[in-house]
């Protein structure tokens, strides 16, 4: 935006940070983290989310809500939504803010407006939402994936793909992404990793399964696709990097069975061995002629990864 770029990063205190970068690579070599606010001091920094000029971050805690024009950045404010807990997740389309929160997802036609939130109960957590046109999705605790259509009155769901579970255990939804125009990405607790076609919803076999993830019990695992839908990129529970083909769900480079290793001394993450698990991962598009990288937190470092030009 107006030549520059903005990043932002929250942490387990409660601060968002941002970084304001200009064209040139050399501006990203050494990274400036200014404090833009504390949302709650006893809680962390749960979801940051972009559209266009806006940046809405939340904290796991109340219903406390950052919201900054970046068009404006000394335009920034709070939104306190009084009922609202546990803020898991959110998904910002435009002005249009969906919220994963405790037992619903909370919608808000224009975080710029002082609109009445809307709820759509769930009965369960919700752990991740998103937006598709005129669509909200929620997953949720209990392993329900539920469609809302705002268009219609009182907001009524659909549960998608609940047969999935016919032959084995529930598992909690931690993630949700859409993938061209048919395809919804999954993440389950358990570490199922797949992906089902929208235009079914009562399917019971996925499309794609991305063999190879590790997860049984840890909620906060980065997972990201990159822009052309093409990469799928998840964080293990054994503290390893995968990624996977998502038009073949073919892994891109298997962990290597070798000793682990520093991070820092290779430029392919997937022969990486991490601290502790990665808690957040996305891909981004860099000024000029950067090319594409692929940021990961860990405990209290960030790492950026260049995978090269597209």
């Avoid at 806006?54 to 000394?74: F, H, M, R």
């Avoid at 808000?108 to 046109?133: C, M, R």
């Avoid at 089902?196 to 019971?204: E, I, K, P, Q």
């Avoid at 480079?253 to 001394?265: C, F, G, H, Y």
């Amino acid at each position: 935006m107006d030549g520059h770029t903005w990043r932002f990063i929250g942490d387990d205190s409660g601060w968002l940070y941002s970084h304001r970068g200009g064209g040139s690579e050399h501006s990203f070599s050494t990274h400036s983290w200014s404090p833009d606010l504390n949302l709650h001091s006893s809680s962390q920094i749960s979801s940051i989310s972009v559209s266009g000029s806006y940046c809405v971050s939340t904290c796991l805690g109340p219903g406390k809500i950052s919201v900054q024009n970046l068009a404006a950045p000394e335009r920034m404010f709070i939104l306190n939504l009084v009922g609202v807990f546990d803020i898991w997740s959110s998904s910002l389309r435009d002005k249009a803010l969906v919220l994963g929160a405790r037992k619903s997802a909370v919608y808000i036609p224009d975080v710029e407006a002082s609109n009445t939130p809307q709820y759509l109960h769930t009965g369960s957590d919700v752990f991740s939402v998103i937006q598709e046109e005129n669509l909200v999705y929620a997953g949720t605790r209990n392993g329900s994936i539920e469609r809302f259509d705002m268009r219609m009155p009182k907001y009524c769901s659909q549960k998608l793909f609940d047969g999935r579970f016919k032959n084995s255990p529930r598992s909690s939804v931690l993630h949700l992404s859409p993938i061209w125009d048919r395809e919804l990405l999954i993440s389950h607790l358990n570490g199922d990793l797949m992906s089902f076609d929208f235009r079914y919803s009562s399917s019971t076999s996925p499309l794609r399964v991305f063999d190879g993830h590790i997860n049984t019990s840890t909620q906060t695992l980065g997972i990201a696709v990159d822009h052309e839908r093409d990469l799928l990129f998840a964080a293990g529970q054994d503290c390893r990097l995968r990624g996977w083909s998502l038009r073949t769900s073919l892994p891109l480079s298997p962990p290597s069975a070798s000793n682990p290793t520093d991070p820092l001394l290779h430029s392919n993450p997937f022969l990486a061995s991490f601290s502790r698990p990665i808690t957040s991962l996305q891909v981004t598009e860099e000024p000029g002629e950067a090319g594409v990288s692929l940021w990961a937190t860990v405990d209290r470092d960030l790492y950026q990864f260049h995978l090269g030009q597209r």
